[in-house]
Antibody
Framework: QVQLQESGPGLVKPSQTLSLTCTVSVGSISTADYYWIWIRQPPGKGLEWIGYIYYLGTTYYNPSLKSRLTISVDTSKNQFSLDLSSVTAADTAVYYC????????????WGKGTTVTVSS | QSALTQPRSVSGSPGQSVTISCTGTSSDVGGYNYVSWYQQHPGKAPKLIIYDVTTRPSGVPDRFSGSKSGNTASLTISGLQADDEADYYCWSYAGSYILVFGGGTRVTVL
């Protein structure tokens, strides 16, 4: 079964860029049937999708975050990454990476999540 | 603000059934059979329990069932157990590669 693991700094200063990486193991990221998605959950709140990417590099972003967002993929490392610029306290959240089934749009495998706090 | 509307909380006694609604529009829930449901225990990652409106992944008990009528999808938990106490989220495809989500429902086992 595919496994996902998020990694990156747990603390980011306001106005800086939040960067996270998700490593895919026990499976390949270069799979035709799946996208790879980032989702976040602010403290005490619900889930929010950030954006997702196909292994060939096609990206789809949440319109509310699009202007600050870059998602990329490195198939040689079996990783995909998130860069969110100009962060504020509102970007403080647990960030999850997950596998999104193409054409049916459900997330069947999730990482454990990583907490990112935006604070000076 | 979430695009799909869920009740903030529902509760039931062990053995009872509870149903969580997820109301959207004809552009999302009503327009596609791509509704999924996720269970999240405190401090844990969400877990897929229903996809394609009614399908349970392997390993998910048949006490969990999904349905849809018009613009509203529903998750029913039958034979409520203590471990079912968690937050539940619905998601739907909304066309043009956009996903929409519900605000979550806390299920309490009395």
């Amino acid at each position: 079964q595919v496994q996902l693991q998020e990694s990156g700094p747990g603390l980011v200063k306001p106005s800086q860029t939040l960067s996270l990486t998700c490593t895919v193991s026990v499976g390949s990221i270069s799979t035709a049937d799946y996208y790879w998605i980032w989702i976040r959950q602010p403290p005490g709140k619900g889930l929010e999708w950030i954006g997702y990417i196909y292994y060939l590099g096609t990206t789809y972003y949440n319109p509310s975050l699009k202007s600050r967002l870059t998602i990329s993929v490195d198939t040689s490392k079996n990783q995909f990454s998130l860069d969110l610029s100009s962060v504020t306290a509102a970007d403080t959240a647990v960030y999850y990476c997950a596998r999104l089934y193409d054409f049916r749009y459900y997330m069947d495998v999730w990482g454990k999540g990583t907490t990112v706090t935006v604070s000076s | 603000q979430s695009a799909l509307t869920q009740p903030r909380s529902v509760s039931g006694s062990p053995g009872q059934s509870v149903t969580i609604s997820c109301t959207g529009t004809s552009s999302d829930v009503g327009g596609y059979n791509y509704v999924s449901w996720y269970q999240q225990h405190p401090g844990k990652a969400p877990k897929l329990i229903i996809y394609d409106v009614t399908t349970r992944p392997s390993g998910v008990p048949d006490r969990f069932s999904g349905s849809k009528s018009g613009n509203t999808a529903s998750l029913t938990i039958s034979g409520l157990q203590a471990d079912d106490e968690a937050d539940y989220y619905c998601w739907s495809y909304a066309g043009s590669y956009i996903l929409v989500f519900g605000g979550g429902t806390r299920v309490t086992v009395l």
